[in-house]
């Protein structure tokens, strides 16, 4: 597999940041980072050993130069202000926000004053993280990952892939990007012909019913956007997937290693372990608003062939040699 490289979008702003440094935040030899994330530990055991190791290629190696605690909110949402003040009170010297713009805001609202690196799949600017892409914003800047604006290009993937097959797609309703998501499929449905159904799902019982009801519309394909909850819910879209031998796509590849047929999107753990390198920037003494947001340059076609066989599909060698990485 290609190593995924990432830049930083050019522009580096000056001016008096809102940021204390990072000696200040907290009295002690060892400063303290707080991650909160919208997942859970287990879901995201790749993701934190990647921003961990940003981290310590930045110097500053868990357990040893630098303590990390962590509040998850297993993926409800609505914990994450709660969180982000505990983690402020602690204090901490510094707030990794990771899952989701929700972690990222519930940060910002917590404080104005401890740095915040936020990792997000949506639109920081539409999420109100940040005002542009080309500076941080106070005390918060940050890694984009762009996933959440890359649904027609899936969708025209599946396309070329299954050129006759309506395709069924999956919506978090409860997403902060869910609308923009909407308004993707419905644009990639004009300019492709294509036949959709739209259906939300915002918890496993409704992602049973969904699959259960593309499989009654004999729908051909189905997609399930971007979307943390989908992210950690992998194992059992595929699963489904593979009941009602639908082909499916997500937007991480863990999506395909866990028995999926297909997924495209930015490489997450990279992003992640740019993001600790962000981090061990600002703890290093870097502020936030001189630090552009990073955007990944290359996205990744993962295709599961094992998956493929099993479900009796033959995809054209002209569509595999797209393929950044095919799992056999």
Same mark, same amino acid.
């Given at each position: 597999?290609?190593r995924r490289?990432?830049?930083s979008?050019l522009g580096?702003?000056f001016?008096?940041?809102l940021?204390?440094?990072?000696a200040t935040?907290?009295?002690?030899?060892?400063?303290?980072v707080?991650?909160?994330?919208?997942?859970s530990?287990?879901?995201?055991k790749?993701?934190?050993?990647a921003?961990?190791q940003g981290l310590k290629?930045?110097?500053?190696a868990a357990g040893?130069?630098?303590?990390?605690?962590?509040r998850?909110a297993?993926?409800q949402?609505?914990?994450l202000p709660a969180?982000?003040?505990?983690?402020?009170?602690l204090p901490v010297?510094?707030i990794?926000?990771?899952?989701g713009?929700d972690?990222g805001r519930?940060a910002?609202?917590?404080?104005?004053?401890?740095?915040?690196?936020?990792?997000?799949?949506?639109?920081?600017?539409?999420?109100?993280?940040v005002?542009?892409?080309n500076r941080?914003?106070?005390?918060?800047?940050?890694?984009?990952?762009? %996933?959440?604006s *890359?649904?027609?290009? !899936?969708l025209?993937? $599946?396309?070329? =892939?299954? @050129?006759?097959?309506?395709i069924g &797609?999956m919506?978090?309703?409860?997403?902060?990007?869910a609308?923009?998501?909407?308004?993707e499929v419905?644009?990639?449905?004009k300019?492709?012909g294509?036949?959709v159904?739209?259906i939300?799902?915002?918890?496993?019982?409704e992602?049973?019913?969904?699959?259960?009801?593309?499989?009654?519309?004999?729908v051909?394909?189905?997609?399930?956007c971007n979307?943390?909850?989908?992210?950690?819910?992998?194992?059992?879209?595929?699963?489904?997937?593979?009941h009602y031998?639908?082909?499916?796509m997500?937007?991480?590849r863990?999506f395909?290693?866990?028995g999926?047929?297909?997924?495209?999107?930015a490489?997450?753990?990279?992003g992640?372990?740019q993001?600790g390198?962000?981090? %061990?920037?600002? *703890?290093?003494g870097? !502020?936030p608003a001189? $630090?552009?947001? =990073?955007? @990944?340059?290359?996205?990744?076609? &993962?295709?599961?062939l094992?998956?493929?066989?099993?479900i009796g599909?033959?995809?054209?060698?002209?569509?595999?040699?797209r393929?950044d990485?095919?799992i056999?």
């Amino acid at each position: 597999m290609k190593r995924r490289t990432f830049i930083s979008l050019l522009g580096v702003a000056f001016g008096t940041a809102l940021v204390r440094p990072v000696a200040t935040l907290a009295q002690q030899t060892r400063p303290v980072v707080g991650y909160l994330g919208s997942g859970s530990a287990e879901d995201q055991k790749n993701l934190v050993a990647a921003a961990l190791q940003g981290l310590k290629e930045a110097g500053f190696a868990a357990g040893q130069n630098v303590t990390v605690e962590f509040r998850w909110a297993d993926g409800q949402y609505e914990r994450l202000p709660a969180l982000a003040e505990e983690l402020v009170k602690l204090p901490v010297s510094l707030i990794i926000a990771a899952g989701g713009s929700d972690p990222g805001r519930a940060a910002k609202a917590a404080t104005s004053t401890i740095p915040i690196v936020f990792i997000t799949a949506a639109d920081p600017v539409k999420a109100g993280l940040v005002t542009n892409l080309n500076r941080g914003q106070g005390n918060v800047t940050g890694i984009s990952m762009i %996933g959440a604006s *890359l649904e027609a290009k !899936r969708l025209e993937l $599946l396309h070329e =892939m299954l @050129p006759e097959a309506s395709i069924g &797609v999956m919506i978090n309703p409860g997403y902060p990007a869910a609308r923009a998501q909407a308004e993707e499929v419905e644009e990639a449905v004009k300019r492709l012909g294509l036949k959709v159904s739209v259906i939300n799902a915002s918890t496993p019982v409704e992602v049973d019913a969904a699959f259960a009801k593309f499989d009654a519309q004999k729908v051909g394909a189905v997609l399930a956007c971007n979307d943390p909850f989908f992210g950690s819910d992998r194992l059992q879209i595929a699963a489904l997937a593979s009941h009602y031998k639908l082909p499916a796509m997500s937007f991480r590849r863990e999506f395909a290693e866990a028995g999926g047929l297909v997924s495209y999107g930015a490489q997450f753990a990279e992003g992640y372990r740019q993001t600790g390198i962000y981090a %061990g920037k600002v *703890l290093a003494g870097a !502020r936030p608003a001189d $630090l552009p947001v =990073m955007q @990944p340059t290359k996205f990744e076609l &993962v295709i599961n062939l094992k998956t493929a066989r099993a479900i009796g599909l033959a995809i054209s060698e002209a569509f595999l040699l797209r393929a950044d990485e095919i799992i056999e």
